[in-house]
Every structure is written in structure tokens, then in C-alpha cells.
């Protein structure tokens, strides 16, 4: 129990430190920044990433616990960690220094993070059906996040 309280603490270590860009600038360039017609209030990012952060922990544990967190599946999973973590750097707290481009360099830096999370979902599920199901929810949530970043990019 005291690996899957360091996994659940890893990913929230991220979650929190992903959340600083975003609250430092949600009201400031963002709030008045155009948005995608299908942008979902703030409160469901707090509560869908909640989740996600939990899946990521979680399904990172699973595949440990078949001692397969090694190779190419650790190495995955600690860089959709980081490109999870420099996405809101990016988005929110780069744009009042490099405008409309920090924007185009967010949606390179998520769709990458879409790309590892498809690795790492192809390489946890053999080890472990759950580790690899426990993922896509936070693959689909990635994507949908690439969209209204798209817009952003194309409408700021």
C-alpha cells in the first residue's frame, strides 16, 4: 500500500504543480483570451483532472506491482508526466512573453503528450488489462484539451 500512496503522491505532485501556471493566469490573459464554443466550465477541469491524476497513479502502480515499470514503459510514463507538467507552463504562463506562439508551442507539447499516452497505453495494457484501461479516459480528455487549444492557437 505504500508504493500505490507514492504513485497516488507522484501524480499529485504534478497535479499541483501544474496547477500554478493556470491559476496564476486563468484571470488574467485567459480570462479575456477567445475561447472554443465547446470550452467546459472551470470547476469540470478541477474535477476531470482530479480523476485523471488518481488513473495516472493508479494504473502506474498496477504495472509495478508486475514488476514491468521498467524500460520503455517507465521511460513513457515519467514523460507523459513531464509533458503533462510543461503543457500549463506553456499555455498559460509563456503566452504573456511569447503571445500567439506559446500557444502553437502548447498544442505541439500536447499533441506529443497524446502520442506518449498511445505508447503507453499500448504497453501497460499487455502487462496489465486496468493499467492500460485506466488510461484512456485520460488519452480522450487529452484530446478533447488539444482541441480547445487548437482554437485558442488559431483564434488569439
Known amino acids: 500500500m505504500a508504493a500505490l500512496a507514492g504513485f497516488l503522491a507522484l501524480s499529485y505532485a504534478v497535479c499541483m504543480l501544474a496547477s500554478i501556471p493556470i491559476i496564476l493566469h486563468s484571470s488574467g490573459w485567459f480570462a479575456a483570451s477567445a475561447k472554443a464554443p465547446w470550452m467546459p466550465a472551470g470547476w469540470m477541469f478541477r474535477t476531470v483532472w482530479s480523476g485523471l491524476y488518481a488513473c495516472i497513479g493508479l494504473s502506474a502502480w498496477l504495472v509495478w506491482r508486475r514488476r514491468a515499470l521498467t524500460g520503455n ?82 483564434h488569439n
Open 73 to 154: 514503459l517507465l521511460w513513457s510514463f515519467c514523460l507523459q508526466l513531464l509533458l503533462n507538467l510543461a503543457w500549463p507552463f506553456m499555455f498559460f504562463a509563456m503566452y504573456p512573453t511569447l503571445g500567439s506562439a506559446a500557444l502553437w508551442l502548447a498544442f505541439a507539447v500536447i499533441c506529443a503528450l497524446a502520442v506518449v499516452l498511445a505508447l503507453l497505453i499500448v504497453e501497460a495494457g499487455p502487462v496489465h488489462t486496468w493499467a492500460g484501461l485506466l488510461l484512456l479516459p485520460y488519452f480522450s480528455w487529452v484530446v478533447f484539451s488539444a482541441s480547445l487549444n487548437l482554437y485558442s492557437a488559431l
